[in-house]
């Protein structure tokens, strides 16, 4: 079995080339009836027609870190896409809060609840989450005691997240 020699290239190798791929251009385009400008022509008009397959070839894996990445980002705390979390979350505040506290935009339905789109301008997310978690009391008697597992509990956070408003009633001054 003969074995295949590797050549190192040498100065003017890619020079060589290129003065032998324009002298077979200039034969051939010599001897052929279409002019040049003719076939760039060609080449434009088929190019854009091409693109479609350009989607066929296979994604470096840089490309497809990026992907997976970019996905991940529209992630939510679950592992859910966003979107799905925060519609299982306004599932979750329409049967359980929206009787006092209102949903989405809705001004809260009694007058000692606070709206839900300024409670997290009023609480610490990460507090309520664990109060939802280990069971929410407050001190009037008319809220019920409500006791979210942790996919509740994240669930219902991602809803509350993405309806917050600034609090009106909460006045920031500048003072310096």
Not at 80 to 99: F, K, N, T
Request: charged share 25%; proline share 8%; aromatic share 6%.
């Amino acid at each position: 079995m003969t074995g295949f020699t590797w050549l190192e290239p040498q100065p003017g190798d890619i020079r060589n080339i290129h003065e032998l791929r324009s002298a077979s251009h200039r034969a051939i385009m010599g001897s052929c009836p279409v002019k040049e400008s003719a076939m760039r022509r060609l080449i434009y008009a088929l190019v854009p027609l091409s693109l479609p397959l350009m989607g066929c070839v296979q994604t470096s894996p840089y490309e497809a870190e990026i992907a997976e990445v970019t996905a991940e980002e529209n992630l939510g705390l679950t592992g859910l896409p966003v979107a799905e979390e925060v519609e299982l979350g306004r599932q979750i505040a329409s049967s359980q809060c929206a009787d006092c506290h209102g949903i989405d935009k809705e001004d809260p339905r009694r007058t000692d609840a606070p709206a839900l789109r300024y409670i997290l301008a009023d609480y610490d997310g990460d507090a309520l989450a664990e109060d939802f978690r280990d069971g929410l009391k407050v001190g009037h008697p008319d809220m019920p005691q409500f006791q979210f597992g942790p996919k509740s509990t994240d669930l219902l956070l991602s809803y509350l997240m993405s309806i917050q408003e600034p609090d009106p009633s909460i006045h920031v001054t500048d003072e310096g």
